[in-house]
Nanobody, 122 residues
Framework: QVQLVESGGGLVQPGGSLRLSCAAS????????MGWYRQAPGKQRELVAR???????NYADSVKDRFTVSRDNAKITVYLQMNSLKPEDTAVYYC????????????????WGQGTQVTVSS
């Protein structure tokens, strides 16, 4: 069983910063891209940032130059550094891991974290 556990969400004022972390655990033998998605009330879940196994990144246009995604392969952890936060960044942020292969299984699956709330408000 694979689990993704997120941390680092909370309440922050506009212009502030937060750092999200997501650690994967389980009998993982390989994994692919990892990323962050978010879902605001009444809206669809959207990609925020994603990083591949070789470090290639892509970002939503709305967060470019403000957010930075990174990963630590040894710890099977992905991070999201969020700077210059705006009220429109308020959402539940979900961690995603793609193509996670566990011991004893030939193929990989995609997994999601439980979500962490980020609220940007004065």
């Amino acid at each position: 069983q694979v689990q993704l556990v997120e941390s680092g969400g909370g309440l922050v004022q506009p212009g502030g910063s937060l750092r999200l972390s997501c650690a994967a655990s389980g009998s993982i033998r390989s994994f692919g891209a990892m990323g962050w998605y978010r879902q605001a009330p009444g809206k669809q879940r959207e990609l925020v940032a994603r990083i591949t196994s070789d470090g290639t990144t892509n970002y939503a246009d709305s967060v470019k130059d403000r957010f930075t995604v990174s990963r630590d392969n040894a710890k099977i952890t992905v991070y999201l550094q969020m700077n210059s936060l705006k009220p429109e960044d308020t959402a539940v942020y979900y961690c995603n891991a793609e193509n996670v292969a566990v011991t004893g299984k030939l193929w990989g699956d995609n997994y999601w974290g439980q979500g962490t709330q980020v609220t940007v408000s004065s």
